[in-house]
């Protein structure tokens, strides 16, 4: 299968990856085959990228985890994030904050114990990589960011050697590092067009009001409730709230700004389409020495495929490769399947772009 945009789809494909609603419910079912009026129906509920089986790329790709948990913890994030949002009225009185309270201490259990599952799910499974990206509607990004940003952090963590304890903190931290859009106006947070710069120091304000608010509602730890305030410093101190540096920036917090921004890079917004994978992959690699710890980057890298296998790419040499396989040591140059040669269609071979140091790959290609 492979990851194509909305409009590149062609009729007859089929749907490899399940569309849920912002509600959790399945919207459009796996294996579902695609016509133009369904693509118009996908378009309507937001979503401008899906997962396709088509001839070039039968095969499928699993998520680090299993779907029903990834739609248990957005939907508990959801919960969690929107009781915050009530708890913000001004005008409750003072049995309506006890309740809300009183609320959200639950859900923060009910969250504990989804992390608890996820954390100790990963952690069995050996030699984990991120294939796959999220497909979230622009309705329900907030959510699905909350939960891709803590398993991106949590693979991260993994491969960086944190232990369990600190794991659990960091996914945790990472789930509600933008607890503090709750707290934004909803039309800066939606806006389709640039911000002033009055509205994105009004967006800026989310990291202290996040943590303000985590510290002030919830008894969690210090480790944990410092990541929404410092998921968006960046080691050369040109990152906020603070322009904290390297060495003043919690290893947590420097974890979760890496996993935060792949994953905005990777979605759809409003106002801008998605990046694929191995141009985000490019981007954190070539931040490294500014806004990310290096040696979290060169983690991070060997975490994430940027070329998932079904990924058909544009080679340097005229060609079009179905990708076929990975090399764990050189992801940028995967084993790859020719299958189109000058715009001819030719026997398919096969072509491992690590022993072909003179052939590249220029891009990804989404229609034959």
């Given at each position: 299968?492979?990851?194509?945009?909305?409009?590149?789809?062609?009729?007859?494909?089929?749907?490899?990856?399940?569309?849920?609603?912002?509600?959790?419910?399945?919207?459009?079912?796996?294996?579902?085959?695609?016509?133009?009026?369904?693509?118009?129906?996908?378009?309507?509920?937001?979503?401008?990228?899906?997962?396709?089986?088509?001839?070039?790329?039968?095969?499928?790709?699993?998520?680090?985890?299993?779907?029903?948990?990834?739609?248990?913890?957005?939907?508990?994030?959801?919960?969690?994030?929107n009781?915050?949002?009530?708890?913000?009225?001004?005008?409750?009185?003072?049995?309506?904050?006890?309740?809300?309270?009183?609320?959200?201490?639950?859900?923060?259990?009910?969250?504990?114990?989804?992390?608890?599952?996820?954390?100790d799910?990963?952690?069995?499974?050996?030699?984990?990589?991120?294939?796959?990206?999220?497909?979230?509607?622009?309705?329900?990004?907030?959510?699905?960011?909350?939960?891709?940003?803590a398993?991106?952090?949590?693979?991260?963590?993994?491969?960086?050697?944190?232990?369990?304890n600190?794991?659990?903190?960091?996914?945790?931290g990472?789930?509600?590092?933008?607890?503090?859009?709750?707290?934004?106006?909803?039309?800066?947070?939606?806006?389709?067009?640039?911000?002033?710069?009055?509205?994105?120091?009004?967006?800026?304000?989310?990291?202290?009001?996040?943590?303000?608010?985590?510290?002030?509602?919830?008894?969690?730890?210090?480790?944990?409730?410092?990541?929404?305030?410092?998921?968006?410093?960046?080691?050369?101190?040109?990152?906020?709230?603070?322009?904290l540096?390297?060495?003043?920036?919690?290893?947590?917090?420097?974890?979760?700004?890496?996993?935060?921004?792949?994953?905005?890079?990777?979605?759809?917004?409003?106002?801008?389409?998605?990046?694929?994978?191995?141009?985000?992959?490019?981007?954190?690699?070539?931040?490294?020495?500014?806004?990310f710890?290096?040696?979290?980057?060169?983690?991070?890298?060997?975490?994430?495929?940027?070329?998932?296998?079904?990924?058909?790419v544009?080679?340097?040499?005229?060609?079009?490769?179905?990708?076929?396989?990975?090399?764990?040591?050189?992801?940028?140059?995967?084993?790859?399947?020719v299958?189109?040669?000058?715009?001819?269609?030719?026997?398919?071979?096969?072509?491992?772009?690590?022993?072909?140091?003179n052939?590249?790959?220029?891009?990804?290609?989404?229609?034959l």
């Amino acid at each position: 299968m492979r990851l194509v945009p909305i409009n590149a789809v062609k009729e007859g494909s089929f749907l490899a990856q399940p569309l849920y609603d912002d509600q959790g419910r399945i919207l459009l079912a796996k294996g579902v085959k695609l016509s133009e009026r369904l693509k118009d129906k996908i378009k309507e509920s937001g979503f401008y990228s899906v997962y396709v089986l088509d001839e070039f790329s039968q095969g499928e790709l699993d998520d680090v985890i299993k779907p029903q948990v990834r739609q248990k913890a957005i939907a508990t994030i959801r919960a969690t994030l929107n009781t915050y949002g009530d708890m913000d009225d001004e005008g409750l009185n003072s049995f309506q904050k006890k309740k809300l309270h009183q609320q959200s201490e639950q859900q923060l259990e009910d969250m504990q114990q989804i992390i608890k599952l996820i954390v100790d799910d990963i952690l069995s499974q050996k030699d984990i990589m991120i294939n796959l990206v999220d497909i979230k509607s622009t309705d329900n990004y907030t959510y699905n960011h909350s939960v891709n940003a803590a398993i991106l952090s949590l693979t991260l963590g993994i491969g960086y050697g944190l232990n369990r304890n600190d794991l659990y903190d960091l996914t945790m931290g990472a789930m509600l590092h933008d607890v503090g859009k709750m707290f934004i106006p909803k039309e800066i947070l939606d806006k389709k067009g640039k911000l002033t710069p009055e509205e994105y120091k009004i967006m800026k304000e989310h990291t202290t009001r996040g943590y303000n608010h985590l510290r002030e509602n919830s008894d969690m730890s210090n480790k944990i409730r410092i990541i929404s305030l410092q998921h968006h410093e960046k080691v050369d101190g040109s990152g906020y709230p603070f322009g904290l540096k390297e060495e003043q920036i919690y290893i947590l917090s420097k974890i979760t700004a890496i996993a935060e921004v792949y994953d905005a890079l990777t979605s759809d917004r409003p106002y801008r389409r998605a990046m694929p994978p191995n141009e985000a992959v490019e981007y954190v690699m070539g931040s490294g020495s500014g806004y990310f710890n290096i040696d979290l980057v060169k983690t991070f890298c060997k975490k994430i495929n940027p070329y998932p296998i079904g990924t058909i790419v544009y080679l340097s040499n005229n060609s079009i490769a179905v990708v076929e396989d990975i090399n764990s040591i050189y992801i940028l140059r995967p084993i790859v399947k020719v299958i189109k040669q000058d715009g001819k269609i030719v026997e398919p071979f096969i072509c491992d772009l690590k022993k072909e140091s003179n052939i590249v790959i220029e891009g990804i290609c989404y229609e034959l």
